[in-house]
């Protein structure tokens, strides 16, 4: 889950609301034109509307499921309200495939992602981050890509996730990277919708 980086509910509680395909679709459609309108507006140089800047060629680095100093650092760097190590490692504590990403740019660490299990055909990212002056630089979509070939690798036939609906740049990133919004969920503790995006990941090349 994206926003304020707390804990999510139960996947699979009762405030959850599967879409319909027509309304599935009014939402992708709105969303397309809003990125299409927000990536044409200029911008300064250096800001998130900033169009002319290229994709960053980052390293994206797996590290062990308990190897979290620098996404605690990471993380504590882009959101707040700030959290401890502890609290990341509470979250990890007896999950099924972790996924461990930190991505670099020569040595300097700019961005992460913590994903898990979700179900056994299901992998979830669960909190991604990139440092603010490194953002629309293709960061957070290649920690995505870089994520989906290892559950892909792993056996996963989906990759999932949900962002707050108010996280615009990670609803368009879901749905350039080939995800699909498969349903709207409201978080009682955020007070918000959080939107559900899936990608079914196919079959590894041999």
């Known amino acids: 889950m994206f926003g304020r980086g707390r804990h999510r509910t139960r996947w699979r509680s009762h405030a959850y609301r599967k879409l319909s395909d027509s309304a599935l679709h009014r939402v992708e459609i709105a969303l397309l034109s809003a990125d299409k ?10 800001t998130s509307r900033d169009t002319g800047s290229t994709m960053a060629d980052a390293t994206i680095d797996r590290l062990a499921p308990t190897d979290v100093d620098t996404v605690s650092h990471l993380y504590n760097s882009i959101f707040r309200p700030e959290q401890d190590k502890a609290w990341i490692e509470r979250r990890l504590t007896g999950r099924r495939g972790v996924l461990v990403q930190v991505a670099r740019i020569e040595n300097d660490a700019v961005g992460f992602s913590l994903g898990m299990e979700l179900k056994p ?3 979830t990212t669960w909190l991604c981050g990139v440092v603010p002056n ?4 293709g960061i957070a979509t290649q920690l995505f890509a870089a994520a989906d070939d290892w559950a892909r690798a792993e056996g996963y036939e989906y990759h999932r996730f949900e962002a707050e609906n108010r996280m615009k740049p990670m609803l368009y990133l879901g749905l350039r990277s080939g995800f699909e ?3 709207i969920r409201f978080h009682p503790h955020l007070m ?10 196919g079959m590894p090349q041999a």
Do not use: C, S
């Open 37 to 46: 309108q927000w990536r044409t507006v200029p911008g300064e140089p250096g």
């Open 121 to 123: 055909d299901t992998h």
């Open 134 to 137: 490194m953002r629309q630089a």
């Open 181 to 183: 919004i498969i349903g």
């Open 192 to 201: 918000t919708n959080l939107v559900v995006f899936e990608k079914h990941l």
